[in-house]
């Protein structure tokens, strides 16, 4: 359904995302595309969904070759982008309606999908409320609903459980394994998380600096680390070359990872392997910390093929950190600020996320790839048909949108209300 061979892409800054993927994702599967943070996941995904271009390689999507035929890739497939992108102002329904629109289905598809999205997603009684009013975890099923309303054939979701709490990433998998198996839906999902990567994938490929690293079903690659696995921590992490070498020297120790001050030791027989070990550790003078023993995971692997544990390459990163360091404090400085840190720390890690405002800003810009379909024009259309068709009072939007709130929602940037209302432009919440 998806077919990637040697795809590249380094952006102008020289940041160099993609570094030769190949990648095939068969019909009916859910393939989870696993990383840390700045591996690659979403600019893969953006060149897969035709919003950003490539510099070499051959893509397919859904049997279209992206460069030949983008529009046709654009009609089979769905999206779900890493920040969320119904629009807050609207109400459900309206947020479908707009959608569908764009995909210049009729209208009584359009009434009829969006009644058959809402109540899929368990979403009817609140369908005519406006998202503002929504949970997190129904804002997440609400854009899902609205990447569906036009029956694609694949769905690409990015991140789709980042920032929502425990209970609400399970019930989201639910829906997700039941667009699968139900409609049959082949999905492509990105996720930092291995708990998700783990239960709702068919097949897991562990990305990393841009490279698929490895891609098995997640039992097979679990399978590819034999035994148990002992995690010892230890307080100095100068005593760990004098453990790592009794430790390499004891029988039965099948292999041994370093991340910081932990060591990794993969044994058959864990349980009869600790107290040994403890010795051995005690002996060669370190201390240990914390011991923890468990069935090899999906971090194990990670750690075999990418040579880190994922689990501190995320630590490490704070993906909002330059967010962090400019939200709320407004006026035009701030760009000029970012633009100067992006050429001082051209190689750091991660990107500053790209905040929504930004997206509309970037669209005309075509340096980066075509733009989507689901951009251009999608504003004025907007605007219109919330004019002639808006069934919610301009008070209640008001209300369900106060000043207060404005910049300190998790969609907030350092672009004031009254600004936005001078330009006409849409604020901190618009469609990708
Ligand atoms: N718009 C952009 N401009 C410049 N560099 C970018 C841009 N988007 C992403 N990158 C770079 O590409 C790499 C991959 O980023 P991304 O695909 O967003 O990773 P992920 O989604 O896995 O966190 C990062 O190292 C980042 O520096
Ligand atoms: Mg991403």
Redesign the pocket.
Known sequence: MIKIAGLTKT?P?G?R?LAGVDLEVKPGEILALL?P????????VRVLTTLCGFDSGHVAVAGHDIDVEPEKVRQAIGYVA?ETGVDYFLTGRENLTLQGQLYRMTKADILARSAELGEYFDLTTQLDQLVSTYSGGMRRKLDIATALIHRPKVLFLDEPTLGLDAPSRQSLWQYVRRLNTDLGLTILL?THYLDEADKLAHRVAI?DN?KIQVIDTPDALKDTIKGDAIILEVADTQTIPKLQYVLANMADVQDIRIDGPHVHVYVAQGATMIPRLVDATRASGAEIKYLTFARPTLDDVFLRYTGSSMTRKKDGSEPNAWWKQWAGKGGGKWQKQWQQDQTATETA???PP?APWQRWQNQGDTS?GAPSAANSGTWPQQEAWRDAQTSVPDEARQKAWPESQHWQSDEGGPKTKASWKQTGKPGPHTKD
């Open positions: 952006f800054s940041a995302a990383g943070n700045g591996a690659g996941k979403t600019t893969a890493q990105t990305i841009g890690a991660a990107p790209e980066d």
